[in-house]
């Protein structure tokens, strides 16, 4: 029995979800997705070319163990899918979750915090300036 609440609480600490990509739109179209290929820029300010946010890209890792390269790699998959260009204002840190699993002993329940890495930007197209 041991055993059996030992596995359970070991699945639901290492996370076997998937990372969560949420996407909020900004405006009533669809833009075209970019390629595969194509280079999305990410950075932690506001951009110095003039451009139109379309929404907001916002991730959660699968378990405490995804890194933030990981979490870039879905921002830019997520970014070239709407169609953006950048995500700026990319902020970095952590989401905690709370969870009750059985306790090891049998009796009850202890709680437990989960924290994972979580990001989120302003996907945006750059626009050209008129003369």
């Known amino acids: 029995m041991k055993e059996i609440l030992a596995l359970l ?49 916002s991730i959660v890792g699968a378990n405490k163990n995804t890194t933030y390269d990981e979490l870039n790699e879905k921002m830019k998959e997520k970014a070239r899918k709407v169609g953006a260009d950048a995500v700026i204002n990319i902020e970095y840190g952590t989401e905690a979750k709370n969870v009750m699993v059985p306790s090891a002993s049998g009796y009850g329940s202890i709680g437990t915090t989960i924290h994972k890495p979580s990001c989120k930007g302003i996907a945006v197209v750059f626009v050209k300036q008129r003369n």
């Open 9 to 57: 609480l070991w699945l639901l600490l290492s996370g076997c979800t998937n990372t969560r990509v949420n996407y909020g739109s900004f405006i009533s179209q669809n833009l075209p997705p970019k390629g595969n290929n194509a280079e999305i820029i990410l950075i932690t300010k506001d951009s110095d070319k003039p451009y139109r946010e379309i929404g907001i890209i």
